[in-house]
């Protein structure tokens, strides 16, 4: 298992993108290379992917930024494909991103998962993410 940054975007990470965020939501279609190449060029967004003899079989986004009272990490849009599950793919991205926000500066790293995620929430939980006792908000700019 190969863990890595996408810092050009390639035919395979769009068919990998195409493929794997179906996995994770039926409401949001797969990014475009465009909205891709708009992530691998932020200073804020790093694409990880996770590589196997297979080709890429899992990413994750991870987010650094600077706010008044530190660094921040949020890790966003785990996933794995479910031909590489219980592999510990997963596993591996989380360190490697948790590892690369600790070198960025932050001094924590967020990240939500929907209770119906019974084996991410494992995960993140034996990996040492803590249940935090706050309300999630969210407002739909779209609306």
Known sequence: ???TEAVEITDEIVEAFGRLIPQLSSSNPPPSRQRLEQMASSDASHILLARNDQGIVGSLTLVLFTIPTGVRAWIEDVV???AARGQGVGDELNRFAI???AKAGATTVDLTSRPSRQAANR???RLGFEKRNTN???YDVGA
């Open 1 to 3: 298992m190969q863990i």
């Open 80 to 82: 794995v494909d479910s």
């Open 99 to 101: 590892d690369m926000a």
């Open 123 to 125: 995960l993140y939980q």
């Open 136 to 138: 999630v908000y969210r």
